[in-house]
């Protein structure tokens, strides 16, 4: 199903259930908080196991819920709620993903109680506030105290995690907190744990690291895998075909890798593709992994695509890396070396460098912070600010340009700054294009890629944000203009260092051994170019 529109549903329908009980609520007199309700509709919701990434707590039962509210109104934790911390990040739970998972670990929990309307609560309030909790998770791996005695303060416990039997694959499970004088009205607070224990690597050569025979997938069938990837890996290749050559079986299947970099976007690296596997098309897809993660690799029958398939895939990882990460070249440093390893197994290679882009930095015209109408005002009385910023630029040639804020563009929910709009104007002030976060990524199937002609053009950029000391650092942001090149300017690889210097056969194809080390050559550009 797609995915947009299965949040779009399951959102109303959660805003509907929420809205029939604020109403009963309120015909009744019943005193509630935020943190009660959601509360109450997480205890009172019907739990499914069948995905655990998907279901949460399961589905909205709006008599229930009214119910618990109706009975436990006058709970002494009705105006609080427990922000659960974990480890020296203060996570929001406790997430075990990286390495084999094979051996046990600890890790610090704190839980501090916040009111509702903290600063202007009676200080008597805060002062009697405590309850006594037991503490219960349902799995043997999991070991913390039993009971936790809290009051208007932080306190901790230690948890200890022993995943070293548990099956390779995802685990999930939490620490309920019921307060011991009444347990029925549900947990108080919990503290997620994900565990994944991902595949071990084989060292067999010329083998797949990941395979599965003989597989049977249904529509909206899941199959997730969890790879570790080898330190070297610089991409994988997984291979589909139907386990029974029957002329009239075909399927059509979604793939979706995944690996989580800390504090960055789930999508930094990420491959999805749809596709169509039949008897006589076997299907083949190549895309970048990093070393040392784990992978979460899904395979899924397509939801529309009705009828039962048997599958077999399977997948391997490859990898031939430079000596630096980053490859930068001047252009009259003169003949460049690269030197190009594999670690995992022999590789054939067939290296090419292409100039596609050109960039052009940007500083701005004009700058200037105003504060924004009382509409902006966010209670209490928070003054919002917004910075102004103009660049002028002139195109010579019609291309295609993507403007890019280094500071900003790479960053959307978790930035600091509350926006970053763009809009491109032409000399007669017509609006042409405009943007905010990753330009440069295909996300919701929007790319900031603008067609220009040759002309003048104005880009302004706004940035709010309700201290003006910050953006006053911004003011002079210079601004990243990317312009595609009409045809990509190649540049010549060569296998010897005499071979780049007096112009001689180019390197088309070569073989790099395990452990071997295979230095090329990248001549300068040629400025017939």
Same mark, same amino acid.
């Given at each position: 199903?797609?995915?947009?529109?299965?949040?779009?549903?399951?959102?109303?329908?959660?805003?509907?259930?929420?809205?029939?009980?604020?109403?009963?609520?309120?015909?009744?007199?019943?005193?509630?908080?935020?943190?009660?309700?959601?509360?109450?509709?997480?205890?009172?919701?019907?739990?499914?196991?069948?995905?655990?990434?998907?279901?949460?707590?399961?589905?909205?039962?709006?008599?229930?819920?009214?119910?618990?509210?109706?009975?436990?109104?006058?709970?002494?934790?009705?105006?609080?709620?427990?922000?659960?911390?974990?480890?020296?990040?203060?996570?929001?739970?406790?997430?075990?993903?990286?390495?084999?998972?094979?051996?046990?670990?600890?890790?610090?929990?704190?839980?501090?109680?916040?009111?509702?309307?903290?600063?202007?609560?009676?200080?008597?309030?805060?002062?009697?506030?405590?309850?006594?909790?037991?503490?219960?998770?349902?799995?043997?791996?999991?070991?913390?105290?039993?009971?936790?005695?809290?009051?208007?303060?932080?306190?901790?416990?230690?948890?200890?995690?022993?995943?070293?039997?548990?099956?390779?694959?995802?685990?999930?499970?939490?620490?309920?907190?019921?307060?011991?004088?009444?347990?029925?009205?549900?947990?108080?607070?919990?503290?997620?744990?994900?565990?994944?224990?991902?595949?071990?690597?084989?060292?067999?050569?010329?083998?797949?690291?990941?395979?599965?025979?003989?597989?049977?997938?249904?529509?909206?069938?899941?199959?997730?895998?969890?790879?570790?990837?080898?330190?070297?890996?610089?991409?994988?290749?997984?291979?589909?075909?139907?386990?029974?050559?029957?002329?009239?079986?075909?399927?059509?299947?979604?793939?979706?890798?995944?690996?989580?970099?800390?504090?960055?976007?789930?999508?930094?690296?990420?491959?999805?593709?749809?596709?169509?596997?039949?008897?006589?098309?076997?299907?083949?897809?190549?895309?970048?992994?990093?070393?040392?993660?784990?992978?979460?690799?899904?395979?899924?029958?397509?939801?529309?695509?009705?009828?039962?398939?048997?599958?077999?895939?399977?997948?391997?990882?490859?990898?031939?890396?430079?000596?630096?990460?980053?490859?930068?070249?001047? +252009?009259? /440093?003169? #003949?460049?070396?690269?030197? *190009?390893? @594999?670690? $995992?197994?022999? =590789?054939?290679?067939?290296? &090419?460098?292409?100039?596609?882009?050109?960039?052009?930095?940007?500083?701005?015209?004009?700058?200037?912070?105003?504060?924004?109408?009382?509409?902006?005002?966010?209670?209490?009385?928070?003054?919002?600010?917004?910075?102004?910023?103009?660049?002028?630029?002139?195109?010579?040639? +019609?291309? /295609?340009? #993507?403007?890019?804020?280094? *500071?900003? @563009?790479? $960053?959307?929910? =978790?930035?600091?700054?509350? &926006?970053?709009?763009?809009?491109?104007?032409?000399?007669?002030?017509?609006?042409?294009?405009?943007?905010?976060?990753?330009?440069?990524?295909?996300?919701?199937?929007?790319?900031?890629?603008?067609?220009?002609?040759?002309?003048?053009?104005?880009?302004?950029?706004?940035?709010?944000?309700?201290?003006?000391?910050?953006?006053?650092? *911004?003011?002079?942001?210079?601004?990243?203009?990317?312009?595609?090149?009409?045809?990509?300017?190649?540049?010549?690889?060569?296998?010897?260092?005499?071979?780049?210097?007096?112009?001689?056969?180019?390197?088309?194809?070569?073989?790099?051994?395990?452990?071997?080390?295979?230095?090329?050559?990248?001549?300068?550009?040629?400025?017939?170019?």
């Amino acid at each position: 199903m797609d995915t947009k529109a299965t949040i779009h549903t399951a959102l109303v329908r959660c805003l509907t259930g929420n809205s029939l009980l604020l109403s009963g609520l309120h015909k009744e007199n019943i005193p509630y908080s935020p943190y009660s309700i959601k509360r109450a509709m997480e205890n009172t919701a019907q739990y499914s196991p069948a995905e655990v990434f998907s279901s949460g707590h399961g589905l909205l039962q709006v008599e229930k819920a009214f119910e618990n509210l109706s009975l436990y109104h006058d709970a002494s934790e009705r105006d609080v709620r427990f922000n659960v911390t974990c480890g020296p990040n203060n996570n929001k739970g406790i997430h075990l993903r990286s390495g084999l998972q094979d051996a046990p670990t600890e890790c610090s929990v704190n839980v501090e109680p916040i009111f509702l309307n903290t600063e202007n609560i009676e200080p008597k309030n805060k002062i009697i506030f405590g309850m006594k909790l037991t503490l219960a998770c349902p799995d043997s791996w999991v070991q913390c105290p039993t009971h936790l005695d809290i009051s208007n303060i932080s306190r901790g416990f230690i948890v200890k995690i022993n995943p070293m039997h548990l099956p390779t694959g995802l685990h999930h499970t939490s620490i309920d907190a019921f307060d011991v004088t009444c347990v029925d009205k549900g947990a108080v607070f919990r503290v997620p744990i994900t565990v994944i224990r991902p595949q071990k690597i084989s060292a067999r050569l010329h083998r797949p690291e990941l395979e599965s025979l003989n597989t049977l997938f249904y529509p909206n069938y899941i199959r997730r895998n969890f790879v570790l990837v080898p330190e070297n890996a610089t991409w994988a290749g997984i291979l589909l075909k139907l386990h029974c050559r029957d002329k009239d079986k075909s399927g059509r299947f979604v793939i979706h890798a995944v690996q989580l970099r800390p504090k960055l976007v789930c999508k930094t690296l990420e491959f999805h593709k749809i596709c169509t596997v039949s008897s006589q098309n076997d299907v083949f897809q190549g895309f970048s992994v990093r070393g040392g993660l784990v992978l979460e690799l899904v395979i899924a029958k397509y939801w529309a695509n009705i009828g039962e398939v048997a599958l077999d895939y399977s997948m391997s990882f490859h990898g031939v890396k430079p000596d630096n990460s980053l490859i930068a070249m001047q +252009g009259a /440093e003169g #003949v460049f070396s690269v030197e *190009l390893s @594999s670690r $995992l197994r022999s =590789e054939q290679i067939a290296p &090419s460098a292409s100039l596609k882009n050109s960039v052009q930095m940007l500083r701005p015209n004009e700058a200037k912070i105003v504060p924004l109408s009382a509409r902006d005002v966010i209670p209490q009385s928070r003054q919002i600010y917004e910075l102004q910023l103009s660049y002028n630029f002139h195109i010579s040639k +019609g291309t /295609e340009i #993507v403007p890019i804020s280094p *500071l900003l @563009s790479d $960053l959307l929910y =978790e930035s600091e700054f509350e &926006s970053q709009l763009w809009m491109l104007f032409d000399c007669n002030k017509h609006l042409m294009a405009a943007g905010d976060a990753y330009p440069t990524k295909l996300l919701f199937f929007i790319q900031y890629m603008v067609k220009v002609e040759k002309g003048d053009y104005i880009l302004k950029m706004h940035v709010r944000h309700e201290r003006k000391e910050l953006l006053d650092k *911004l003011l002079d942001k210079q601004l990243l203009l990317s312009q595609k090149l009409a045809v990509p300017i190649s540049l010549d690889i060569y296998a010897s260092l005499s071979r780049a210097t007096t112009g001689g056969k180019k390197m088309s194809v070569a073989t790099i051994s395990q452990g071997q080390i295979l230095p090329v050559y990248i001549a300068p550009l040629n400025h017939e170019k």
